[in-house]
T-cell receptor, first 114, second 111 residues
Framework: DAGVIQSPRHEVTEMGQEVTLRCKPISGHNSLFWYRQTMMRGLELLIYFNNNVPIDDSGMPEDRFSAKMPNASFSTLKIQPSEPRDSAVYFC????????????FGNGTRLTVT | DAKTTQPNSMESNEEEPVHLPCNHSTISGTDYIHWYRQLPSQGPEYVIHGLTSNVNNRMASLAIAEDRKSSTLILHRATLRDAAVYYCILNYGGATNKLIFGTGTLLAVQP
């Protein structure tokens, strides 16, 4: 079990550029979550998928953010155009169905927008 | 959505027990109580979970109040490696799978 794999680990980009963060969930997990963490706002839930379908995207800050899950083993979070206030650590997490199954997090992508 | 309340920070001495409290007064009957911790520069990791009964695993123990409106994570012998932010969250038993983290408790462990 390789765990949840996120790439890249670090991303530095200039304001206005498109940024794509990638996530491979644990095989067999059918729920996938994207979180954003900053000192000011803590760990925020952006969006989550169940069986590749977006269930709740109410945490996505604005239209510049979009997320897709084309298949059970891959998801992307895209920011276009990026802004300095998007600088944060973005975590992907996955789990199986059921309230007694734990959430498994990746190591995160640290995004810096200059 | 049911929410949890935790102290912002706590301190402990190495090799002493630590009791981390969590209030979840609006918990519903099918909500599981989950605890995670986040070590510096890492993603959160699962610690333990329970529904009604107290639970033990190799990392910690979870004590759940009889009315389920509060719970306590117990680290039996704190080590320096236990210094982290500890999150208590509710995993809803209904159709929604929304998992919302609060601000957690920052645990400092003194040698």
């Amino acid at each position: 079990d390789a765990g949840v794999i996120q790439s890249p680990r670090h991303e530095v980009t200039e304001m206005g550029q498109e940024v794509t963060l990638r996530c491979k969930p644990i095989s067999g997990h059918n729920s996938l979550f994207w979180y954003r963490q900053t000192m000011m706002r803590g760990l925020e839930l952006l969006i989550y998928f169940n069986n590749n379908v977006p269930i709740d995207d109410s945490g996505m800050p604005e239209d510049r953010f979009s997320a897709k899950m084309p298949n059970a083993s891959f998801s992307t979070l895209k920011i276009q155009p990026s802004e300095p206030r998007d600088s944060a650590v973005y975590f992907c997490a996955s789990k199986t169905d059921g309230p007694n199954s734990p959430l498994h997090f990746g190591n995160g992508t640290r995004l810096t927008v200059t | 959505d049911a929410k949890t309340t935790q102290p912002n920070s706590m301190e402990s001495n190495e090799e002493e027990p630590v009791h981390l409290p969590c209030n979840h007064s609006t918990i519903s009957g099918t909500d599981y109580i989950h605890w995670y911790r986040q070590l510096p520069s890492q993603g959160p990791e699962y610690v333990i979970h329970g529904l009604t009964s107290n639970v033990n695993n190799r990392m910690a123990s979870l004590a759940i109040a009889e009315d389920r409106k509060s719970s306590t994570l117990i680290l039996h012998r704190a080590t320096l490696r236990d210094a982290a932010v500890y999150y208590c969250i509710l995993n809803y038993g209904g159709a929604t799978n929304k998992l919302i983290f609060g601000t957690g408790t920052l645990l400092a462990v003194q040698p």
